[in-house]
């Protein structure tokens, strides 16, 4: 009995001593505990990595302002042209793209892109961004003017708010150089009895014509609500206007020139004779025998012997589509259909028949 108090009095007297051995480990854990201490390990090691990464990017920030004080401070200082010329031209890597965040996130939505990925700061966002840009630009060198359509429509949001100050500026430009035969010759209605007695009177005429027709349109979009202008609908119409423009250019080159085909001539000229008349139904038979011809496609066998037909040699030259010449004329040709459907809105024909379908 007195050896078991004895053992009593030990034990008690050791718990005195050391309190933790009262609250001994157990050995089963709740759930939720479990959950607990999971969530409290990972923040931890949360706050760690962005403890190193916030460390990381200071010390790069400290060795970067190091390099440029001691890059500048071994720079010989001269303020000649030519060394101002030359740090202005060579910045250096870290800043050639220094963007702001909402830049940032502005291009990523339009590429539609996630503005930010998980656990992404501001600079890989930005090395992201530019990354992105840098493999479309190598795109579209690879497929040049595959998607011409989609820059004539970043073009027309990007210089949407310079395009009312342009305009008034070349009007003003316009004035002073017009002359008034200039002018005549601009609303003066072709005659298409000039095809056959002197071709060279109609150039002027279909020049002006349709450049007026052209300049009327894009007045037209100019002159559109805002609340119009920026839907999607709206903008894609400027965008059709703007890349109408870019492909009837090289059209303009060939009237100018007085290089234009004589059958392409006749059919040009039929279409700015109807248009004026408001005979749209007549102008657009004119721009189908200008655009696909008169001459039925070959399916299947076209000689039937070892000699050529005799009447090959004589097929009229207004039966060759134009349209599958080349891509330039495809697109000239594309866009005074386009002049031709912009006209009927604008000055519709007193005539319902005259209308094109």
């Not at 349209?323 to 809105?345: A, G, P």
């Amino acid at each position: 009995m007195d050896a078991l108090k004895a053992e009593i009095a030990v034990k008690r007297k050791a718990l005195q001593e050391d309190p933790a051995l009262v609250h001994r480990p157990t050995k089963y854990m709740r759930r939720g505990d479990l959950e607990r201490l999971k969530e409290e390990r990972e923040r931890e090691e949360k706050e760690a990595r962005e403890r190193g990464r916030k460390a990381r990017e200071d010390e790069e920030r400290r060795k970067a302002r190091v390099s440029s004080q001691q890059a500048s401070s071994s720079r010989p200082r001269t303020d000649s042209p030519t060394n101002v010329a030359s740090t202005s031209a060579s910045p250096a890597p870290e800043s050639a793209f220094n963007i702001s965040n909402e830049e940032a996130v502005r291009r990523l939505r339009a590429k539609g892109q996630p503005i930010r990925l998980f656990d992404e700061s501001d600079k890989d966002r930005r090395l992201r961004l530019r990354a992105l840009e840098l493999i479309e630009e190598k795109n579209s060198e690879r497929h040049g003017g595959q998607n011409d359509f989609k820059k004539a429509l970043e073009d027309v949001e990007n210089v949407e708010r310079l395009v009312k100050d342009q305009r008034v500026q070349e009007e003003a430009k316009d004035k002073g150089k017009k002359k008034e035969s200039k002018e005549v010759e601009a609303h003066q209605v072709l005659d298409l009895e000039l095809v056959k007695t002197d071709p060279d009177k109609l150039y002027p005429i279909i020049y002006y014509a349709l450049k007026r027709t052209l300049k009327e349109w894009e007045e037209w979009m100019d002159e559109r609500p805002e609340s119009v202008k920026r839907t999607m609908q709206g903008k894609l119409a400027a965008a059709t206007q703007k890349q109408s423009a870019e492909y009837l250019k090289p059209l303009f080159k060939l009237i100018r020139a007085r290089n234009l085909p004589s059958d392409m001539l006749r059919r040009v000229a039929e279409i700015v004779h109807y248009m004026q008349n408001r005979q749209y139904q007549k102008a657009n038979d004119s721009y189908l025998r200008l655009s696909i011809g008169n001459a039925p496609w070959p399916i299947g066998v076209t000689m039937v012997g070892i000699h050529e037909r005799s009447a090959r040699e004589k097929i009229s030259a207004d039966q060759v589509a134009h349209v599958l010449n080349d891509e330039v004329s495809r697109k000239y040709i594309q866009s005074l259909k386009r002049l031709l459907t912009f006209s009927q809105t604008k000055y519709p024909p007193d005539d319902s028949t005259q209308l094109m379908g």
